[in-house]
Structure formats: C-alpha cells, structure tokens
C-alpha cells in the first residue's frame, strides 16, 4: 500500500506520523514544492529576527524520516489523475498511488490590487517569502503592509526590528475589530500606536500599487488619496486555501477541497486536511474552515485514521488561537463573539497599564464556554478543561491561578480580576 500525502505542514507531517504507527509496512511518500523537510512556519518570523536559525525550525532530526522510513519528495504536483491514481508532478514524472492526502495549506490572498505583481511586493507565509524578503530588505528603510491580521502585524514586527519604518493599513476602523471585542481591539491598537515607527492607518485601504522605471513598487496610493513613498509593499490580507493540485482535478472544491466529517473528498480514495480542507457538514448546515496551526494537527490524526481503514470523523474540539502583538501575547478559548449575544454573560477585566484584560463568556445556563486573555499567559490544557465541564462563574474565578503559566515573578493579577468579575456578576 502506497500513501502520497501532498504538503509536509504540520497537517503532512502529523499524518505521515500517524500512519507510521497504524502501518509499519506501508509506504509513504510526502511531497512539498516548499522544501524537501518540514519546519516551523510560526518560526519564520524569528529566523529574520535574529532569534533563529533556519536549521532551528526543523522539529525532526534528518535520522527521522529515514527511521520511519517516510521518502521525502521536493516536487511541485500539477495534477491528480484520480481514475488513474497517479499523481502528475512538474517534471513530467508520474508517481502512482493506493491512497492519496490533500494537505497543501493556504495561500496569501491578492484582490486584483492595480500594481500587485510588481517587483518588491510580497506576502508572508513561506520558505520562499523568506527569502524574497532577505532579499527585499537590502537598503529598505520604508515599507507599506496592507491587511490587520495577525500575518500584518508579524511582518510589522519583523520589519520593525531592522529599523524600518513601517505604515500599517487597516479597513477597520479599530485593529483586528472583526476578530476581537472593541475592548481588546481598542487595548491592541494602543500597543501597537505606543511603538515608535509603526505608522497605523486605520480605515485606509488600498487603492494602488505604484512602481518605478525599474518595475519596482516605489509608493501606494490609498483610499483616502494619500501616496505613500515606500520600498517594499507587504499583502498581509488573510489567506485563502491553496487549491493548485486539485484545480484540473475530478476533485470537487467550493472555498477550499470538500471533504464530509471523514475528511473524505468526491473522489476515491482521496482525503484532504488542514488550512486547505473546506468540511461540509452531514446535516446540511454551513461547511467551514478551519485555518489555524493546532486544527491542522487534529485534522491529520483524523485522515490518518481513516486512510487506514478507521471511520473516525473529525471533532473539532473547542476553538484555540493564539498570537503575539509585539511584546502583548494573546490567547483565545472557544468563541469569543465580538458583540455579547442575549444569552450570553461576558466578564470583562482590564488592568490599569491597558497592557493586559481578561473576558470570560458564559452561555444562558451559565456554563463556561470562551475566554480571551492578552498579557497573561494561561494554561492550554486548564482552560479547555474549564470549559469542557461547564464550570461556572463563581468556579473559574477561584480557580484562575491554576490557568496561569507566566514566569515566577511575574505580578499576578488574579485576586483583581476575580473581584473585579465578582462585582459585574
């Protein structure tokens, strides 16, 4: 039995693990146009920093794959021959497979922006982007970025490091407001206004990417008419999934590669998971996506049973997320609605630097369900047990300093942020 999984993420990788383990006597094969290993993508930001090597966002030692025997394959596929079952590679190779595994991730987003493929314009999300952007900071001292995610805000921070001064536009009109409740994203655009070079733009799109003689972007013009004199335009606008192997494929797609709750395409024999998946519900209620780092893990254990003849079908567990806005780290919990429904309780603490808050959500029975929490590291493991029991408000207040995981020292803010939440119950 011959398994071809396309993509080595952390959705890749986890299947081809887990396979291993059902099979030991099958082969697999993983194939990225990428690199020929896998690494760290959350990482890339830190290689460019200083704080890494790029030899440092490989989690396997070379020995890894060789151990369990997983062949590696640096290849762009071009397309899936499902009758045939072959994979068709750039070269003009053929590589036949019994089952295959979609997992190809996203891509960055491109609007049709006027001046979007000139020279010096450039998302963040791979190897390659990497390196277009070593390239690209040569004599940088000015950049535009285009987009309020949490892609802007790193290549932000990443820019930012070097001395570059950078201009931040945002179509909100608070940063991230279409993710975060106005106290979080107002308390966000403060850490982000409060550092020196970062220039944020709030209810400004883009308009137009101007370039030199050279063919260069040179400036952007935005939405309120300014031109804004730049070396390098970073499009930062969301990510959408990377549909580039199934496009001339028998493979159905919508937003992303359909899959039902087994993660199993239209065709046979034929899976896809992670950012690229789009999961269309037995039920007939909204299919969905989910493009974060620990679902692609969950979505790969969930495939890999099932190549393997389990019908396990895919749990989304409760929603986590995380990022960092500078030196403010955040942690999100379940769904945290930007605006409290009528049947929700939400608990709001934010303490007096606006460098750190809490929100607890609790539904109509009074059961927890979300958190969001900036400037406090919590546990992972807590907070999804929290709730997982339901527990209720009285509970998780006298439980918050088991969720706390910053350093010793650090000042610990849980006394206030009970009495705090006691007074608004």
């Known amino acids: 039995m011959h398994v071809v999984i396309i993509g080595n993420g952390i959705t890749g990788v986890t299947a081809a693990r887990e396979i291993r383990k059902a099979q030991p006597g099958w082969r697999i094969t993983m194939i990225s146009s990428e690199s020929e290993v896998h690494w760290s993508r959350p990482a890339l930001m830190y290689v460019y920093m200083g704080h890494m090597r790029q030899a440092d966002t490989q989690p396997y030692e070379p020995h890894f794959w060789v151990r369990n025997r997983i062949d590696l394959l640096r290849a762009h596929v071009v397309g899936i021959d499902t009758g045939a079952h072959v994979v068709e590679l750039g070269d003009g190779a053929r590589l036949a497979y019994d089952k295959?595994?979609?997992?190809?991730?996203?891509?960055?987003?491109?609007?049709?922006?006027?001046?979007?493929?000139?020279?010096?314009?450039?998302?963040m999300y791979s190897l390659q982007d990497l390196e277009q952007l070593e390239q690209n900071s040569v004599g940088l001292s000015q950049a535009v970025i285009v987009g309020g995610g949490l892609i802007g805000i790193e290549m932000a921070e990443m820019l930012h490091s070097r001395g570059v001064h950078v201009v931040l536009l945002v179509r909100e009109q608070s940063y991230w407001s279409n993710a975060l409740p106005?106290?979080?994203?107002?308390?966000?655009?403060?850490?982000?206004?409060?550092?020196?070079?970062?220039?944020?733009?709030?209810?400004?799109?883009?308009?137009?990417?101007?370039?030199?003689?050279?063919?260069?972007?040179?400036?952007?013009?935005?939405?309120?008419?300014?031109?804004?004199?730049?070396?390098?335009?970073?499009?930062?606008?969301?990510?959408?999934?990377?549909?580039?192997?199934?496009?001339?494929?028998?493979?159905?797609?919508?937003?992303?590669?359909?899959?039902d709750e087994f993660l199993k395409t239209s065709a046979p024999d034929v899976w896809a998971a992670g950012d690229c998946a789009e999961v269309v519900p037995a039920d007939g209620s909204r299919s969905w996506?989910?493009?974060?780092?620990?679902?692609?893990?969950?979505?790969?254990?969930?495939?890999?049973?099932?190549?393997?003849?389990?019908?396990?079908?895919?749990?989304?567990?409760?929603?986590?997320?995380?990022?960092?806005?500078?030196?403010?780290?955040?942690?999100t919990y379940g769904l945290v609605s930007t605006k409290p429904s009528a049947d929700e309780t939400h608990?709001?603490?934010?303490?007096?630097?606006?460098r750190k808050c809490m929100r607890l959500v609790f539904d109509a029975q009074g059961a927890f369900v979300a958190m969001n929490v900036i400037g406090i590291r919590y546990r992972h493991l807590v907070c999804e047990g929290w709730i997982r029991d339901g527990l209720r408000a009285p509970e998780v207040l006298q439980r918050l300093p088991e969720g706390n995981f910053d350093p010793e020292f650090s000042k610990r803010h849980e006394a206030e942020i009970a009495a705090t939440m006691k007074s608004q119950l």
């Open 100 to 123: 295959l595994l979609v997992a190809t991730g996203s891509q960055p987003n491109r609007f049709g922006w006027p001046g979007q493929d000139l020279a010096r314009v450039q998302g």
């Open 182 to 259: 106005p106290e979080e994203s107002a308390l966000v655009t403060d850490v982000i206004r409060a550092e020196r070079g970062i220039d944020l733009r709030l209810g400004t799109e883009l308009t137009e990417i101007v370039g030199n003689d050279r063919g260069e972007a040179c400036a952007v013009i935005t939405s309120a008419g300014d031109r804004l004199e730049c070396q390098l335009v970073g499009l930062t606008a969301g990510v959408s999934p990377n549909l580039g192997a199934v496009r001339s494929s028998e493979i159905a797609v919508g937003r992303g590669v359909l899959v």
């Open 289 to 331: 996506l989910q493009q974060v780092w620990y679902t692609g893990r969950l979505q790969a254990k969930a495939a890999a049973a099932n190549i393997c003849g389990s019908d396990r079908p895919y749990q989304k567990g409760i929603w986590f997320n995380s990022a960092k806005f500078f030196d403010v780290e955040w942690q």
């Open 347 to 354: 608990l709001y603490w934010e303490a007096a630097d606006r």
